[in-house]
């Protein structure tokens, strides 16, 4: 099998955004959700009606959704009244474990089956993060001894072209590209023409950053997804959406649509830094049962995290409680 990634001696990738010395839990514990979480419980709230309001408003507030919330505060609400917590420790227990269970169901990992290639199509907005997020796969799966070929399939926009160029040189990816404005279904089919050929085992696909509002472009990225279809009824084999966590409740409509439309199998949360309420995951488990194969907490490749739901809550919960439990 033709490996065509290969790590680059150390001192010869090209300089990648530089992210301060800490954990992706540090960069996730900024958020406004924790911020929130752990200002409210580690203040030794008093265990009543108001502690659960207060919450209710913060998750609310952090992109968590009428619906999560809802579910959330009604199953503490009941157990607190019929006084199964002893204090508000046991209620911050049963907290985490509420909001585990939310995020279980989506957990369910990328696996790349045995398809010469398998073909993953990304999709999303403008300014998701999506192209950038290709470049961290790539590193991602060819640590795992897959070649990965690249296709440029964003022609609307000639920098997503080079800045999909420059990631395949930094991690020796080949790409597949044609000049801005060429038909984004031809580029991909050719890419995978010349995957097969090569014996590639993953071919990662762009495409333009369509507004979920834009019916044309919509169209166009459909017309991608069938013109896969007759060089493989099986292609595309993952159509991974990649989600700006900034954007809220907003991501929710943007996820129907293109799940209407191309058919969505796995989302990428980007961004679930300080800059990011946080609760957008929970909102888009509740609504979806789409999988939540990766999150993205900084600019650097090894910032794209597997999603765990378990690592994820302790995350976003204070510290001081879980080491107390």
Do not use: Y
Request: with cysteine; charged share 25%.
């Amino acid at each position: 099998m033709m490996k065509l990634f290969r790590k680059q001696e150390a001192g010869s990738d090209p300089v990648e955004p530089t992210s301060a010395a800490r954990s992706w839990r540090d960069r996730l514990g900024e958020s406004a959700l924790a911020r929130g979480l752990s200002g409210l419980f580690n203040r030794n709230p008093r265990l009543d009606e108001a502690l659960l309001e207060e919450l209710e408003s913060i998750l609310i507030g952090s992109d968590v959704g009428v619906a999560a919330t809802t579910a959330v505060l009604d199953d503490l609400r009941k157990r607190m009244r019929g006084r199964e917590f002893a204090d508000v420790g046991s209620l911050f227990d049963a907290l985490r474990t509420r909001l585990i269970g939310l995020l279980e169901p989506i957990a369910r990992p990328l696996r790349i089956q045995a398809a010469q290639p398998f073909v993953l199509l990304m999709v999303g907005v403008n300014g998701a993060g999506k192209t950038t997020t290709i470049g961290k796969l790539a590193m991602h799966l060819g640590n795992q001894g897959l070649g990965i070929m690249l296709a440029a399939g964003d022609t609307f926009r000639a920098a997503a072209v080079a800045q999909l160029k420059t990631w395949g040189e930094r991690h020796h990816v080949p790409v597949i590209a044609q000049a801005q404005g060429a038909d984004s279904a031809s580029v991909i089919f050719d890419a995978l023409q010349a995957a097969r050929a090569r014996q590639i085992d993953v071919l990662i696909a762009d495409t333009a950053g369509r507004l979920h509002t834009q019916s044309g472009l919509m169209d166009e990225l459909a017309k991608v997804r069938r013109v896969l279809a007759k060089c493989d009824a099986a292609a595309p084999h993952e159509v991974l959406m990649v989600i700006d966590g900034t954007t809220g409740q907003n991501a929710v409509s943007q996820v129907r649509q293109f799940r209407d439309i191309v058919g969505v199998t796995g989302l990428v949360v980007t961004k679930l830094d300080g800059t990011a309420k946080g609760g957008v995951v929970f909102a888009l488990a509740r609504e979806f049962d789409i999988p939540i194969r990766f999150i993205g907490t900084g600019e650097r490749s090894e910032d794209l995290i597997e999603f765990d739901p378990v690592a994820f809550v302790d995350g976003l919960l204070p510290k001081r409680l879980q080491g107390a439990r």
